[in-house]
């Protein structure tokens, strides 16, 4: 019974994601930093994190990014989900593990490594250096995204609590 609401668990924070990406791509671009989100689903990412475990934040990470780029996307954004997604929530790991931060810090520090690994994925397949002018912009982006996605997580994480689910 334990497994099976675990697994049911995994799903509905899965579909949550994944509709958040959806609502996100629906907004209109930023125009002032071309490429830049809002990170919603990274919220679903930080509740798994301080409710759940590390394996299932990364799981339902994983999961999400893979079928979002099927469903909406292709192999690019398949290429760039997974490298900011990667790099973004071993940062935010790294930083939990350490209980000296909270959820907002984490949230900032997943927002502005999401950002680094996209533009590292871009330097490769463009093989141009010229793009790390563009990650002070994306900096100050992750920075902000980051800040309102961690205190929407905080608000998220008092008032729901995923193992009554």
Not at 89 to 109: C, E, N, P, Q, W
Not at 112 to 123: D, E, S, T, Y
Request: hydrophobic share 60%; with cysteine; proline share 1%.
């Amino acid at each position: 019974m334990k497994r099976a609401q675990g697994l049911a668990r995994h799903g509905i924070l899965v579909s949550f994601a994944m509709i958040l990406s959806y609502v996100e791509a629906q907004i209109p671009a930023f125009w002032a930093v071309p490429g830049m989100k809002l990170g919603l689903t990274n919220i679903v990412v930080l509740l798994a994190l301080y409710q759940m475990d590390t394996k299932s934040a990364l799981v339902i990470n994983g999961i999400r990014i893979f079928l979002v780029a099927i469903l909406f996307g292709n192999g690019m954004s398949l290429a760039y989900s997974a490298a900011g997604g990667l790099l973004s929530a071993s940062m935010m790991i790294l930083l939990k593990k350490t209980g000296r931060f909270r959820m907002i810090t984490v949230s900032i520090a997943g927002g502005i490594f999401h950002n680094i690994g996209q533009i590292l994925v871009a330097m490769v397949l463009l093989q141009t250096k010229a793009l790390a002018w563009y990650l002070v912009f994306l900096w100050c982006a992750g920075l902000a995204s980051g800040f309102l996605i961690g205190i929407l997580g905080e608000a998220l994480s008092k008032r729901i609590r995923l193992d009554e689910m």
